[in-house]
């Protein structure tokens, strides 16, 4: 089953929506003091109570405006249909209030750490804050993996629809910058001996942030589909083990060369330059759910794509592969 | 919700503290009625005991070598020890037990996918799937050399405990200072921000281990590379629903061909960071966890795994396995109520077994047994009763919580592995640590050994952030 993607939204360091995304700058320099660039998450002002926002943090924040971007573009009401899924992925979760905990222990003691910020760590708080903030009482899933959570959790969406158990699944990725984990992360990277090691390693960088969402239902006319479909759809989602960058053989794309292929994580530098491969991790950073950026990019990105599809090819840390086959919405037109 | 065939269950396994594996965790749940937890692994100021595996757990494998955690361990399931690529928390390593132990229950012997079978990876987990690198952390926020703290580990060796000594704690302590911005941790040098050649290489003499522990330390993504699944790979994070998530999501991947074996279930650690948030909101019982008992008093944390092997009818017809029970009708559904309380009233608990009970084509009269969630905490225990006495009155309920203590990521698929294997022998277990009802709750959990009437129980868990799930499990085949 195809998945049609009725809305999207996304925003990161680099500003928010896909024409700053599209427009291709480079990451946004960092502050003075190392932090990257953090998401403006500001407009949910305009959007939600201050009370409502007072006690929700900025992982939260970023996955509540992203959505409520992404409803709006499938033109779906702020409320919407309660026969609607949430899934929210990503590579590590509410970092902050994980590290916020664990400083009010070590500041305060164990009696006296936070049980608030312990409770807001929890890596399904910030999905369950899109229910209650959006009062949706179906099924409601967090997937956190360091290597292609995006693709993982499309297969829960796609189980849902099949199963007939929501009409729409409102999809996000999310990953929130940590200085920790950066440098960590820089300290892996620099104690690898061998460059083939050290670039390996580059690919669940959490170097930089931000949010994409998708409003997905079920493409199930599938002639009419390009039509109907406001953004297009995810013809399928494939695994393999590859050892090289070439599309499954199943995607029914063509060869290599004749699709533009999008690639994510843990890509060798020389598999990059090959004809066909775009790899555009520098604008919105290396990071687990860079592969929904690499679809919202190929999805939005008008007439740059030769018959309208691509390949989003994430390769993990340990050799596995997966691949989401995107196709434009026939009347493409790029960012809006 | 549409009707949908029943999933083969063609193995499964177990680790908790009750037992060392499946029939060993049964034996134990039909000998005892009482079962005392122990102190924490780790030095902690709060005196709230816990129920821990034996380290004897580890060692039941032929595969499994002294099995503590953070070592490389399990040679033998590798193809080639020398490719194995990481280093095993200890939450990996209970998954790995129980997966194991329903990989080869069902009639596998190489821990591999077979030639010809896609296989998928679903693992429920809460600590497994969360920065919880304590000891690194108090490390680095204090400006100390990594190594000062895990001596042991100096040299890159395999380390111990990633449990959280009271060295560990107090070394950084002293120097600890809060950070509440966003600025957490200092980043020294490089931007952080990427780029096509990613952030620029930070070098310091530190062990790689112990930064590669926690980066690597998703139990799916380690499963997935020691059985070299092609499949999907992944962790679900749903609190304490996440091993019931698991086994739903596991059976839809085996409905809609992606693929044709899954390993689905969840593990968990018992862990310091955990342990101190759980302590903090006042959950846990000073005594023991006593489901549903009028002395009942709190919930206590434990650590445990369990997984079951799902697969299709045609490669399970090609093998000739007999299915031990079938996955037949999977809900989840949220309160959108309270991100830390139950619905009272159980609303999203009962579309969550509405939707179950629609798939499997089932009705609430036809379970022979619930298999509750149970965590002995007033607010869970009364919304559970809630539903019981109103919705399906009559029914058996069990809880097993008092024998494997609340296992969090791990609790709902060890529970819908009891609740199978009790189908399978026909019998329920007394509810563990249970002795006196009490009236406000307006039942009864099964106090006695029963025997099972019918072929079908529910499992239920409820989760933070007011998730809520449920499966139906139908009787296997003879």
Known sequence: MKLAVDGTACLGSFGTGMEALLRGAPLPAVHADGRAVAADTSALKARLPARALRQIDHFSRMALLCALNALEDAGIPESPPRDTGIILVSGYGPATPTFEFQDSILAYGEILASPLAFSRSVQNIPAATLAVTLHLVG????????????????????????????????????????????????????????????????????????????????????????????????????????????????????????????????VPRRLRALPGMRHVGHVYGNIPI??????????????????????????????????????????????? | MRRAGPVAISGMGLVTAAGSCLPDTLRTLEREREFQPTPPPFAVAFGFPVFRCAEAAFGLCPERPAGRSGERGFTGVFPDPAEAPLRLSRTTMLALCAALEAWRSAGFSETAEPPGLRLGIVVGTSVGASLDFFPLYAALKAGNNISELCPERADGAGGTNRGRGAGSASGANGAGGTNRGRGAGSTSGANGAGGEDGPAVEKQNLPLTEIEDYLTANPAQALGEI???????????????????????????????????????????????????????????????????????????????????LETEASRRKRKVKAVAFAAGYGTAADAHHLTAPHPEGRGLASAVQQALAQAGLRMEDMAFINAHGTATAVNDAAEAAFFTTRCPGIPVIATKGA?????????AIEAVLSAAHLADGSLPATPNFREPDPA?????VNAPLPVRG????????AFGGNNSALVLTGGEQ
């Open chain 1, 139 to 266: 099924p409601c899933a967090t997937v956190c993996r360091g290597d292609f959570p995006v693709a993982d959790g499309l297969c829960i969406a796609r189980q849902w629809l099949e199963e007939g158990r929501v009409e729409r699944v409102l999809f996000g990725a999310v990953d929130e910058y940590s200085p920790l984990l950066a440098r960590l992360t820089r300290l892996r990277v620099g104690m690898r001996a061998s460059r083939a090691g050290r670039e390996g390693l580059r690919a669940a960088l959490p170097v930089s942030e931000g949010a994409v969402f998708f409003c997905l239902t079920a493409d199930k006319d599938i002639s009419a589909f390009a039509g109907k479909c406001r953004r297009g759809c995810i013809e399928d989602i494939l695994f393999g083990r590859a050892g090289n960058i070439d599309p499954p053989d199943n995607t029914g794309v063509g060869t290599r060369g004749e699709v533009p292929v999008f690639l994510s994580g843990a």
């Open chain 2, 404 to 412: 494997t203590g609340h296992t969090l990521g791990a609790a709902g």
């Open chain 2, 227 to 309: 059985f070299r699944c092609s499949g999907p790979a992944l962790s679900v994070a749903d609190a304490c629903s996440s091993g019931t998530d698991a086994v739903g999501i596991g059976a839809g991947w085996i409905r809609s061909g992606i693929c044709d074996l899954v390993l689905a279930g969840g593990a968990d650690a018992l862990s310091y960071i955990t342990y101190v948030g759980f302590a903090g909101l006042r959950l846990p019982s000073p005594t023991v966890c006593r489901p549903f008992d009028r002395r009942r008093d709190g919930l206590t944390l434990g650590e445990g795994a369990g997984f079951m092997l």
């Open chain 2, 441 to 445: 709750l307006g039942f009864s959990p």
């Open chain 1, 290 to 336: 860079a592969q929904a950026f690499d679809a919202i990019s190929a999805l939005s990105c008008g007439n740059g794509l030769p018959a309208g599809r691509a390949l989003c090819l994430a390769h993990g840390t340990g050799g596995r592969t997966a691949c989401l086959h995107v196709r434009q919405a026939e009347n493409r037109g790029g960012a809006s």
């Open chain 2, 455 to 462: 072929g079908a129980a529910v499992s239920l868990s409820l």
